[in-house]
């Protein structure tokens, strides 16, 4: 971990955009509940379109989900290294 001055242009809560320091745009900060309950959301669509859609457009759905799942896989490594628990649970 290393602490760094960053730009916030809005810390408005579960959408605080800030900037990273070597970025030339600005970002969005997703709470990680949040990150988890869109996640969760993500695989309900995929489950219900999977009958409804076209094989090209449930891929389409099913890539957003995955790279939703795969921002949340890194978030839970980075707070495991750090010692840092989880803001929700993975129990069913």
């Given at each position: 971990m290393r602490v760094e001055?960053?730009?916030?242009?809005?810390?408005?809560?579960?959408?605080?955009?800030?900037?990273?320091?070597?970025?030339?745009?600005p970002g969005l900060l997703i709470q990680g509940d949040s990150l988890y309950s869109l996640c969760k959301k993500a695989d309900a669509a995929c489950a219900s379109a999977k009958s409804a859609l076209d094989t090209e457009l449930y891929r389409e759905l099913n890539e957003l989900r995955n790279a939703m799942w795969g921002y949340?896989?890194?978030?839970?490594?980075?707070?495991?290294?750090?010692?840092?628990?989880?803001?929700?649970?993975?129990?069913?």
């Open positions: 001055s960053v730009e916030i242009y809005s810390d408005e809560s579960n959408r605080a955009i800030l900037r990273h320091p070597g970025r030339k745009f949340l896989t890194h978030y839970k490594v980075i707070l495991g290294e750090h010692g840092i628990p989880l803001p929700f649970s993975e129990r069913p």
